[in-house]
């Protein structure tokens, strides 16, 4: 069965400091892989996606991450995180049938200290 | 930006209800979605739309569930018969295109509570 998980509940880093959240895949063929990310009381907005080619995805707001595929890995990072970076982080994937489906990781909270 | 936007943010309900949820998805985007996500799970993938058909829809979107886009802007989600374990943030999504690819962006959501 298809599916990314997110062995971390919470993360917590201190301001300044590189953060790097972590997402594992099990999904068939070429994966399709997305980060979204849920500030308070805000829907989730799309940070950056790995489709094929480099394994260094750039995004928004600073962000980045690494397509590995020899560790199934699509780790979300930042060089020096801000206590604004404070939200929650969705790894996800499409459906490979329909595409139409994200389905998503349980979700990492992410705690940025000063 | 464009952005997707949700209303109302918050909905009360009494259990046996009808409600309705709206969202007025991006412009340009012709693919549309609901997803929900109940208090400390998981956001589920309820039902995409294109073309004013449902393209694909999940086991949680049962007969009590429907949507329409009532015109060239808004996109609802109708809920016919509202149970307690309806209560969960309801997220309007749409992109672009259908492909895989293609990121869908999400608005605000409403957080729907069914007493």
């Known amino acids: 069965a298809q599916s990314v998980a997110q062995p971390e509940d919470q993360v917590n880093v201190a301001e300044g400091n590189p953060l790097t959240v972590k997402c594992t895949y099990s999904?068939?063929?070429?994966?399709?892989l997305f980060w979204y990310v849920q500030y308070p009381n805000r829907g989730l907005q799309f940070l950056l996606k790995y489709i094929t080619g480099d394994n260094l995805v750039k995004g928004s707001y600073g962000f980045e991450a690494e397509f590995n595929k020899s560790q199934t890995s699509f780790h979300l990072k930042k060089p020096s995180a801000l206590v604004s970076d404070s939200a929650l982080y969705f790894c996800a994937y499409p459906n490979s049938n329909s595409g139409y489906a994200l389905n998503f990781g349980k979700g990492t909270s992410l705690l940025v200290t000063p | 930006e464009p952005e997707v936007t949700q209303t109302p943010s918050h909905q009360v309900t009494q259990m046996g209800q009808e409600v309705i949820l709206r969202c007025v998805p991006i412009s340009n985007h012709l693919y549309f979605y609901w997803y929900r996500q109940i208090l400390g799970q998981k956001v589920e993938f309820l039902v995409s739309?294109?073309?004013?058909?449902?393209?694909?829809k999940s086991e949680i979107f049962d007969d009590q569930f429907s949507v329409e886009r009532p015109d060239g802007s808004n996109f609802t989600l109708k809920i016919r018969s509202t149970k307690l374990e309806d209560s969960a943030m309801y997220f309007c999504?749409?992109?672009?295109?259908?492909?895989?690819?293609?990121?869908?962006?999400f608005g605000p959501g409403t957080r729907l509570t069914v007493l």
């Open positions: 739309f294109y073309n004013n058909e449902i393209s694909e």
């Open positions: 999904v068939s063929g070429n994966p399709y």
């Open positions: 999504a749409s992109s672009e295109t259908g492909q895989r690819r293609a990121p869908q962006y």
